[in-house]
Every structure is written in C-alpha cells, then in structure tokens.
C-alpha cells in the first residue's frame, strides 16, 4: 500500500513526529461545541432574512433539506474519521485517495477557504456598526474597520496559541451563551406579535416558485450557515476515542443547529412588521435583521442583547474557525501543498503554531477584496464545498481497495458515497454564476501550484501518470463551471430549470465512479511500487493514526 511520501523523501517520519505531538483532549461534548460552534456563526444572524428574500416561507423547506443533505455528506466523512482519525483529516484523505494532483487542487481550495473566517470577522464588523459608524459603510469595511477586523484577527489567534484544553473549556462556554440568546430571541419575538397568515400571505408560501428553495441554499447562506459539521473531524487525531465521539458529535451538532435555524426562521417570518413587505419577501432588507427587528417590535432589551451576541456569536465560530484553519494548514505541510516548516507542531501545547501564524495572514488579506458578508460566504462556501466531494470519492476508494483496511462503519456507504457526491456538486452548482466565475477558476488555478511542487520534487510519479488519476477532477471544475453559465441560477438560462439541476447530477454520477476507477488503480500502483501501510488507516483499536 502507498507510503506517505508526501513531503519528499524523509517526510513521513517527520509527519509521524509532530503527529505525535497532538494532544488526545477533546471527548463528546467538546467535539459537540466545536461542531455546532462552527455552524451557528454568523449565519443565524443574517441567513434567515436572505432566506427570505430568496424564497419567502418555502425558505423552511430549505433549512429542512439543507439538514438532510448534510447528514447524507457528513455520513462519508464520518466513516473516514472513524476509520483514519488524524489531524486535518479532511485534506489528507483527498491525497490518499487521489494522488498527489487531487491532494494539491483540493488542498489548494481549502487553503483559500480560510477566507471563510474572514466572513465571521466581517460579519462582526457590520454589527458592530451600530456602535461605531466609521467601521462598515455601504456594504463594505472602511479602512477603519478593516484595521479593528485585523486587530480582532489577532486576538483570535493569539487565543488558539495554547494548549487544545483551554480551547475547548472557552468553546464550551461560548456555545452555552450561542444557545442561550438565540432561544430568547426566538421566544421574545413571537411573544410579542404574531402576524396569521403569513405562509400563505404576499404571494403565498413560495412566492418565488420552489425552485427558489434551491437558490436559497446558497445564495440565501443556508449551505453557508450549516456548514461546519465536519470541523469534529478535524480534530479527530486529537480526540478520545475517536470512532465513539465523532459520529455522535457529528449528528448532534447537525441537529441542534438545524433545529434552531428553523426556529428563527419562523420567528422572522411571523414577525416581519407588514410595513416591511410593501414589494414583498423581496423588498425586506435590513443592515442588521434580528437586532432592527427587535427595535420595530420595542424590544429594545433585545436588541442590546442581541448586538452583544453579535460579537460573540460570529466570534465564537471565528475561534473554531481559527483553530480548524491552523489544522488544514498543518495538514498541507504534510502534504507538501506548503513547506514542511509549517507543519511543526509545538511540543509543549500540541499546537501547530507557525500554521496559525499563515492562516491570520491569510484571513487579513481575504479582508481586503470582498466586502459583503453574503459575497464572501458564498464565494468561500463553495471552495468548501469541494471537499466534501472529494471525500466521497476517498470512502468509496478505500471501500473498494479490499487492502485498505476500511471496515464500513457506516451501513450503505457504497450508494450513499455517489449519492453524496451528487449533492456536493448540486451545492455547488446551485451558489449560482455569479459565485462560481470566481471560486471555480481560483481553485484551477491550483493546477499551477500542483506544476510547481511536480518540478521540483526529486521523487516521484511521472507527470502524465498524476495526469491521468487527477484528471476527473480537473474536468469536474471545467464542465461545472460550463453548467453554471449555462444553467438558470444566474447563468444564461441556456439550459433551464429543472433540466439544469438534473443534468449536473447525471454528470456528477459518471464523475464518481471515474473518480473511484481512477483512485482505486492509484492504490493498487502504489502498492506495488512503495509497500507499507496505507496512510491514516485506523489501527485495530481505532485510536491512532497512520499518518
């Protein structure tokens, strides 16, 4: 099986060293905290009224669909942390898998993902404007604002320089606090007007048609705002008991976080006073929309409340953000997508410090060109997004690699990997045009990266050979980028609606099992010409990993 080469010669004892490093702190609840700390972000601050803008009621479908499907992807990523627990797991399993051309492109999309953080911190920013005026204006951060953005960059970081312990007990208690007001917020609201009729009321339940329920997903954040289930995972070499914690943490996060986006969303909807809805769910538009709403309701107690949790809230998911980033970082060094001098881990705390030190200026510069927080979020989602996809094409390798020692955790991973992948790229696909002209291209041009580290690695597979196994992936960014601007979700409406959607899952399917055909004959030349075990597997006890 293929040995960890993924650095050059001599990196794999070297992984194996600083893996060693990470502390094994984190049980069920904190994996919980982190995972519903990573979703409830910024997202139920805002993603209920663009919910609604975008889809009007039909925008609850969304969130109900939004949850399944994420249960559906998070499943596949949950066999693989059980199976292979390790520290970024999400960018290694990609390169187990796929070689070292799909490890540097998906690699490469999580690398610019980091900028997903810089929507928390944005999205802080434009709350804090209620306060202070010069930080946030016409839909933008100010010069001002862009330097209280980098000042609170480095707070966070400097807050993740110690030990993953004190991470997780100041998680825990954001997350008591992340709980807490949204509940009072839901409450408050419907206690004090319920406007009947609303479902069916300004064009009736889906004004828009129920194709807006898929436009929603993204473009209304819905995608956005649950995402982040998977950040378990992530620290799934720095767990207890990993094939026990996860799964439930996983789940539970899911759950809980869905459960109250729904609650919010039809707090929003029963409470939009009817001034508001002149030109209907379209024409509903606040800077700040539960914390302006609280004002017209004279809820003023609420709205102090809720602009405090403004900050904590965003900023809780940011802290997670953070420390997840530092952990893809760490695991791109071992890789070799970046320089193995980032992949030191500190022996003392078991934190990838100089990964974190990268990502904080990574985030500052993703602070600079994107202004809005719905433009980042749906830019940075969908860089994202592909990383769910790859691992669903890494289950169904190792399943179907008999030497893999992939033990099938989940029941039915063999259809619901397609069925996964499906939805990853229908994800995509469905942020739209206007997104995907610039996530898409961004991420291909990780193909140039990948040139670079080929050039100048002494060791290795021939070029054409990397070409070949990678090639699904290029093609898989190529034609998805040619559906969306024909296809009706800002596209040029060549190819309409349904036929659209449909025709990217027909093409996600026969992408799949090329994906799986491809990565399965890597495994197999691997084997024969590096022998070893394969990288990640899970031992026998399931508690440590292979790296």
Sequence with gaps: MPQDRSAGGGAAPAAVDQERRLRRDLGFWGLTAIAFSNIVGSGWLFAAMYAAQTAGPASLLSWVGAGLLCVLVALVMIELGA?????????RWPLYAGGRLVGTLIGWSVLLSVGGTAAEISAIMQYAGHYLPGVYRGGSLTAAGLGVAAALSIVLTVLNWFAVRLFARLNNLLSVFKIAVPVVTVVALLA???HAGRLTDHGGFAPYGYAACLSALA????????????????????????????PAAVLTGIALAVAMYLALQVAFLF??????LGHGWHGVDFDSPFGQLALLLNLHWLSVLLYADAVVSPGGSAYVGVALDARHTYALAKNGTLPRWFMAVEPRSGIPRRALVLNLAVIVVFLLPFGGWQHIVSVMGDMYL???????????????DPDSGTAGWVPGLRWIAPVSFAVAAEFVYWSGWHDLRLALPLVLAGLVVFLAMHRG?????????????GAWLVVFLAVLTLLSWLGSFGGSGRLPAPWDSLTVAAFAFAVFFWAVRAGT???????????????GAASPEGSSPRP
């Design 83 to 91: 199976s292979r627990p390790e520290g970024g797991g999400t960018v």
């Design 192 to 194: 004090s007007g319920w």
């Design 219 to 246: 473009g209304g954040g819905i995608v956005y705002s649950v995402n982040g289930f998977q950040a378990p995972l992530d620290f799934s070499g720095e767990t207890r008991d990993p094939r026990r914690t996860v």
């Design 271 to 276: 409470t939009v006073p009817e001034g508001a």
């Design 386 to 400: 592909l990383t769910y996809a790859a691992s669903a094409v890494a289950a169904a390798v190792f399943l179907a």
């Design 457 to 469: 690695t002494a060791a290795g597979r021939p070029l054409a050979a990397e070409l070949r196994t």
């Design 521 to 535: 004959g890597w495994l197999r030349e691997s084997r024969r010409t590096g022998g070893g075990p394969l990288p």
